[in-house]
């Protein structure tokens, strides 16, 4: 499975079945949090025994209590940290997915419970839980690629298609609140339009964005 193809597999997955994950892909998705946390300056971390992370009110009626693991997304607290996270968290998400596993992205929990190590300067944005989904999740309802995108100009295919994989990202209580456009000069801005975690939000629908990008640019078909 490609990274377009994970693109278009994944969806949040909130029931987990009770297996674990082997200690060989543990090791795979270790070696990719490290290249990520290397070229995203971050510290996240995988951690084998979600425990009670999972044990907020919210949780109970939304599920995500059964995740056997979760990744700790925590950095150095700057102002793009939150956004440094979505993009390489999503690239952790979507090979996870390459590897069979599930994830969901999880604003709502018990910062408490999380076994992460957090250094001076650095804060916990968020947690991903991750393991085998008892399903395989559901498509979301999405917004249209006019509501999203503005090209000033024509519209590449690389432009169309990136934001079409833009549509296909998590984001919080699905809220989509971004814009892509593509400016005169041919560079794509990306604007955060407000919302709870839309920072992270919008690293996640910008590593998306650029993974269509790229598809097409390499001469990918659709
Ligand atoms: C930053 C962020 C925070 C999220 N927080 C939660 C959460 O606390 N609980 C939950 O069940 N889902 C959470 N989600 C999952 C979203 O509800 C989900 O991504 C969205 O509904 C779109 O569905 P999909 O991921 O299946 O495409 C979060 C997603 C993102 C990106």
């Known amino acids: 499975m490609n990274e377009i193809e994970a693109i278009r597999a994944r969806h949040s997955v909130r029931n987990y079945r009770e297996q674990r994950i082997e200690q060989e892909k543990i090791g795979l998705l270790e070696a990719m949090i490290a290249e990520c946390n290397e070229k995203g300056n971050l ?11 999972f044990n907020k009110l919210l949780n109970k009626a939304m599920g995500l209590g059964s995740a056997p693991s979760v990744i700790a997304c925590v950095g150095p607290d700057d102002e793009l940290l939150a956004e440094r996270i979505g993009y390489y968290g999503e690239k952790i998400v979507l090979y996870a997915q390459t590897l069979g596993l599930n994830t969901c992205w999880a604003g709502t929990f018990n910062p408490k419970n999380v076994m992460a190590e957090i250094r001076d300067g ?3 944005v968020i947690v991903i839980a991750i393991g085998y989904g008892q399903n395989a999740g559901k498509d979301h309802k999405s917004k249209t690629e006019d509501q999203v995108s503005k090209a000033k100009g024509e519209r590449p295919e690389w432009f169309d298609f990136g934001v079409e994989m833009a549509l296909l990202a998590p984001t919080a209580i699905n809220q989509q609140k971004f814009e ?43």
């Open 43 to 53: 510290h996240l971390q995988f951690i084998e025994d979600a425990g009670k992370t």
């Open 122 to 124: 650095e804060r916990l």
């Open 180 to 222: 892509i456009c593509l400016e005169e000069d041919g560079t794509v801005t990306f604007t955060d339009l407000g919302g709870v975690h839309s920072k992270t939000d919008l690293g996640i629908v910008r590593y998306h964005f650029e993974a269509g990008r790229d598809h097409i640019k390499a001469g990918g078909g659709r």
